[in-house]
């Protein structure tokens, strides 16, 4: 490597606002070539904010950004992303899941989300070599929808890897993955590290654990700020994990891995807190959440909102087999703060609903739903997402009803609700581009969205007052 050999990477003073919010704030941070990174943070703390603007799908207010000695501004976005690949969810939810993990690695040599291109007996070796390197020579021809959540994330970073980038960001590529297959994919990741031929490695992680030992250094994010950068070891201290996480963490270096522990939690010997959020963490019941949701917001319109949110999300949980009253609290107080603090609407939520100490996973969920609105941290569990597509709907829904003759859910179905989607002027505070994005989230048609949205008010309908007189 000679000196004069550009950085793979370089951020001058980059700030970002969005509306009336800054999310980054004055961000340096520089990668040269050999080292690995890993971007850590908690919820909310710019990680997946600083990537898009990495990618140049968000660009910065202020600052400058050069990527593989490209300066924004002067490069061809295009022609530069043919050379950084992407893992991250928003990736995922593009994916055509009818097609073969091999299709799908294929894929990435076309950046489409599916294989409609003929691909060459090169491109065919290499897909199949690089489905070894992430152990799934077995997946090759089972649909992409059919495989494991690990099994899937392993896939797309082969597919990511398809161009032969210089720069791999995988966007928190652990979430929701359970504890082997975290293990495994970290492994994989890891070993890639160690044999990347000239890749750049970027990993964004909420959970130290996950930082592996071929990861050779650590930017750390509070609040938009990069809090710290540098060396993994000089980073990855205990002082500068108490400040990005609000936490008395304390440290232990076990084989190369960094493992966080909060003093008063009992541990056995020998066994380590994987901070892995669970759903038998304790959540507050129904009756807790609605008090607190009353605490903070008095207005009718506002508390029948989360009626509304709460009952579809009911229904969409027992259709899933998932847990309906984890689902309906989440959705019950997910506006907890939008009365008070319509400003700083989601962060609030954030802080009030930690402060009475409901569990790290219920918290993110409330959070992601204003995700590219007021919040940066994306849905990627089942109930997040759902809770995304619907909160907007909710609302056209009940508008829709009450301009019909008989003001109720009851006797609607979902081609009135698509009919005044059409006209941008009716309800026209709800974003039509949030609830087609939630669907695609989802992988389900709009209509089926708007069908499962009315039938979970119509379970709510005299609560919600939309009743009506419908009776037949």
Not at 8 to 17: F, G, N, Q
Not at 363 to 372: E, I
Request: glycine share 8%.
């Amino acid at each position: 490597m000679t000196d004069d050999q550009p950085d793979i990477l370089d951020l001058t003073a980059v700030s970002l606002h969005r509306g009336r919010r800054q999310i980054l704030f004055d961000v340096q941070w520089r990668i040269r070539r050999g080292e690995h990174w890993a971007i850590l943070g908690a919820n909310g703390s710019g990680k997946t904010t600083l990537l898009s603007v990495v990618t140049g799908y968000l660009w910065a207010s202020r600052g400058q950004v050069t990527v593989l000695g490209g300066r924004f501004g002067r490069v061809d976005l295009r022609q530069l992303r043919r050379h950084v690949g992407l893992v991250s969810s928003a990736i995922d939810r593009m994916i055509q899941r009818r097609h073969t993990a091999r299709q799908i690695v294929l894929s990435g040599a076309f950046a489409s989300t599916g294989l409609w291109d003929e691909a060459t007996a090169d491109q065919r070796r290499y897909a199949d070599e690089l489905l070894t390197r992430m152990r799934c020579t077995s997946l090759a021809d089972q649909p992409f929808g059919t495989l494991s959540l690990g099994e899937q994330q392993r896939v797309l970073i082969a597919r990511a890897l398809m161009p032969r980038p210089r720069l791999l960001l995988l966007d928190e590529p652990c979430a929701g993955l359970d504890l082997p297959g975290r293990e495994l994919l970290l492994r994989t990741v890891d070993d890639l590290a160690a044999d990347s031929g000239g890749c750049t490695l970027v990993l964004v992680t909420h959970h130290i654990e996950e930082i592996t030992p071929r990861f050779t250094h650590v930017l750390v994010l509070k609040d938009g700020r990069a809090l710290a950068a540098g060396p993994k070891a000089d980073v990855l201290t205990a002082a500068t994990l108490r400040a990005a996480f609000d936490l008395p963490i304390e440290l232990d270096n076990r084989h190369g891995r960094y493992w966080p522990r909060v003093p008063g939690a009992q541990y056995r010997e020998g066994e380590i807190n994987t901070g892995e959020p669970t759903m038998d963490a304790q959540l507050p019941t129904r009756d807790e959440a609605m008090t607190l949701l009353k605490e903070f917001n008095q207005a009718d319109r506002t508390i029948t909102h989360a009626l509304a949110v709460e009952a579809v999300m009911r229904h969409m949980a027992r259709k899933r087999g998932e847990d309906e009253d984890v689902w309906g609290t989440i959705g019950l107080i997910h506006d907890l703060d939008y009365e008070q603090f319509p400003d700083e609407h989601c962060q609030k939520t954030q802080q009030i609903l930690q402060q009475r100490g409901w569990p790290d996973w219920a918290v993110r969920a409330v959070v992601s739903h204003g995700w590219g609105i007021c919040s940066d941290v994306q849905p990627q569990t089942e109930m997040e997402k759902v809770l995304f597509a619907v909160d907007e709907l909710t609302g056209l829904v009940a508008a829709t009803a009450l301009v019909r003759p008989s003001k109720s859910v009851m006797d609607m179905k979902a081609k009135s609700v698509k009919k005044k989607w059409k006209d941008k002027r009716f309800a026209a505070g709800v974003s039509r581009e949030i609830i087609q994005q939630g669907a695609e989230m989802l992988g389900i048609e709009l209509s089926e969205l708007i069908t499962d949205t009315i039938m979970g008010m119509r379970e709510a309908a005299d609560q919600l007052g939309l009743g009506g007189t419908a009776g037949g």
